[in-house]
């Protein structure tokens, strides 16, 4: 069974600073991980799509990596502002056939300080 | 280009009562699946339709069931609601299977 998990579960960080959010998996076999944003009553934004085959992928201040090997996966944000604030959630779909629903991490609640 | 459409956005509904809950996907997207979010256990899957067709499905009971019809819109209805049913359930739409998803705002529902 596919566990995801992101740590920390809250981060404060002063604007202007760069930052990087934390996604990892238990299980390898992954078709493709998906970085979302949620605002607080708000449905999910979706920000950056990794296919497996895939190490990384880049928008605009946003920069997030895949290494299916070590079960990881990184969302980097640059020069970090005010509108960046949100919960940041991971989703890794499996590739096992039977398997290839999509997995949701805990999220990562983000308050840029000003 | 709208979004994905869903209806209606919060309800109130008591145990025992069923509920039906409304998606309409991004035009030309032929993927849907349903989420349910709660403080407690977060965001879980509950099923995926491609082509009218369930493609995958979570673990919940069976009282949680869905369709997806021609047009790609569908539906999910929850029968004999209890307490823990209350969340907001959120549907997102993709161009293909295992496509980036696109969500809606959601239904939040409240059961007394």
């Known amino acids: 069974k596919q566990e995801v998990t992101q740590i920390p579960a809250a981060l404060s960080v002063p604007e202007g600073e760069n930052l990087v959010l934390n996604c990892s998996f238990t299980?390898?076999?992954?078709?493709?991980l998906q970085w979302f944003r949620q605002d607080p009553g708000k449905g999910l934004t979706s920000l950056l799509l990794?296919?497996?085959?895939?190490r990384e992928q880049t928008s605009g201040r946003l920069n997030a990596s895949l290494d299916k090997s070590s079960g990881r996966s990184t969302l980097y944000i640059a020069a970090s502002q005010p509108g960046d604030s949100a919960t940041y959630l991971c989703?890794?779909?499996?590739?096992?056939?039977?398997?290839?629903?999509?997995?949701f991490g805990t999220g990562t609640r983000l308050t840029i300080i000003p | 280009k709208a979004g994905v459409t869903q209806t209606p956005r919060y309800l109130i509904k008591t145990r025992g009562q069923q509920v039906t809950l409304s998606c309409s996907p991004i035009s030309g997207h032929r993927s849907v699946s349903w989420y349910q979010q709660t403080p407690g256990q977060g965001l879980q899957f509950l099923f995926e339709?491609?082509?009218?067709?369930?493609?995958n499905k979570g673990n919940f009971p069976g009282r949680f069931s869905g369709r997806q019809f021609s047009n790609s819109r569908s539906e999910m209805n929850v029968s004999t609601l209890e307490l823990g049913d209350s969340a907001l359930y959120l549907c997102?739409?993709?161009?293909?299977?295992?496509?980036?998803?696109?969500f809606g705002e959601g239904s939040r529902l409240t059961v007394l």
């Open positions: 339709y491609f082509s009218e067709t369930q493609r």
């Open positions: 997102a739409s993709s161009p293909v299977m295992a496509g980036e998803l696109f």
């Open positions: 989703a890794v779909r499996g590739s096992n056939f039977g398997n290839e629903k999509l997995t």
């Open positions: 990794i296919q497996s085959s895939q």
């Open positions: 299980d390898s076999a992954i078709y493709n």
